[in-house]
């Protein structure tokens, strides 16, 4: 399995960016996917996951401004995220894990995509 993040950048506190995940090697459509980030000085984290169904979780520190959403047909799992905060600022990155599953269990990641939100 292979996963290629894209889509981060530098924006301002308030901004927002559309991050992508293309994974391959997998039947897309059966697995749930989960977004992680690591902060500097920090531990891998979870922050959204969507089941194979639809059905979407989310950390706390990020309801109601990040949107995780797929696209079957392209094998892309989506991280919108809106006013963003500095302590957004982190390294993403996408898994075919259920919700819930400890990054330190997962041996297979993708080189990520940087976000870094300062003024």
């Known amino acids: 399995v292979q996963f290629v993040e894209s889509g981060g950048g530098l924006v301002q506190p308030g901004g927002s960016l559309r991050l992508s995940c293309v994974a391959s090697?997998?039947?897309?459509?059966?697995?749930?996917m989960t977004w992680y980030r690591q902060a500097p000085g920090k531990q891998r984290e979870l922050v959204a996951g969507i089941h194979y169904t639809g059905g979407t979780n989310y950390v706390d520190s990020v309801k109601g401004r990040f949107t995780i959403s797929r696209d079957n047909a392209k094998n892309t799992v989506y991280l919108q995220m809106n006013s963003l905060k500095a302590e957004d600022t982190a390294i993403y990155y996408c898994?075919?894990?259920?919700?819930?599953?400890?990054?330190?269990?997962?041996?297979?990641w993708g080189q990520g995509t940087q976000v870094a939100v300062s003024s």
């Open positions: 898994n075919n894990k259920v919700w819930g599953v400890s990054p330190a269990t997962i041996r297979s």
């Open positions: 090697g997998i039947r897309f459509g059966a697995y749930s």
